[in-house]
């Protein structure tokens, strides 16, 4: 029985008081091991009480962040965004921000962003898996995310303006899904200038042109 309580919850990786045990059948040794019989148990996963919900997955997150961080051997801070710029509540999916600060968190931000990119995947499939939650989940490290985001509304409106003088579309360079979005969103009420993307995988990028009139 124990051995098998020990089992679920490594898969589950949750903890005894997060799940309710029910006995299918205790098992049996046997005689010098013919007859045995390994023990089975059903393990259902609790809901955390509605009201606390969202603060229990605030918790989990952090915890499963700091886990990482840590096992990458980098000492940091990490810290719940509240009312972060970097979420854009459009699409009814709860959102949560995450920022790690620290004299080496500007480690994890990686070439173009691309750890962070990844640690956030993966923090993300170990957050679903606990919580059974789809939360959408941001993982920023000093603040890069949110310089990155307003560096690129600001070259958004820049090349608009060119587009809107010059009346002719301009492309920009390769982008990440996420950082296009904030292109998208950034100009999706310009009266004058319309965006698409274009490409495939990496070389996804987003066109800003002139929105044609009726």
């Known amino acids: 029985m124990e051995e098998a309580t020990k089992r679920a919850l490594t898969q589950l990786n949750v903890g005894l008081d997060d799940v309710e045990i029910t006995v299918l059948s205790e098992g049996r040794g046997g005689i010098l091991g013919i007859g045995a019989e390994d023990a089975r148990i059903r393990v259902t996963l609790l809901e955390p009480p509605p009201g606390n919900r969202v603060d229990t997955i605030d918790d989990d997150a952090v915890d499963i962040l700091s886990g990482l961080v840590a096992k990458m051997g980098i000492k940091a801070d990490i810290t719940v965004e509240k009312n972060s710029v970097l979420v854009q509540n459009d699409d009814g999916e709860d959102h949560l921000v995450l920022n790690v ?5 500007d480690l994890l931000i990686g070439r173009k962003g691309q750890t962070l990119e990844a640690l956030q995947y993966i923090a993300r499939l170990m957050l679903v898996r606990k919580t059974g939650s789809q939360i959408s989940l941001t993982i920023d ?6 310089r990155r985001y307003e ?3 600001t070259l958004a409106r820049n090349v608009a303006d060119q587009v809107r003088q010059n009346k002719t579309s301009i492309r920009l360079e390769p982008m990440s899904p996420y950082d296009r979005r904030i292109v998208h969103m950034a100009l999706a009420d310009d009266p004058d200038v319309s965006t698409e993307s274009i490409g495939e995988g990496e070389t996804r990028k987003v066109v800003i042109l002139p929105k044609k009139r009726a």
């Open 141 to 146: 490290a000093e603040n890069y995310r949110r």
């Open 151 to 153: 560096d690129l509304r």
């Open 101 to 105: 600060s620290g004299e080496d968190a």
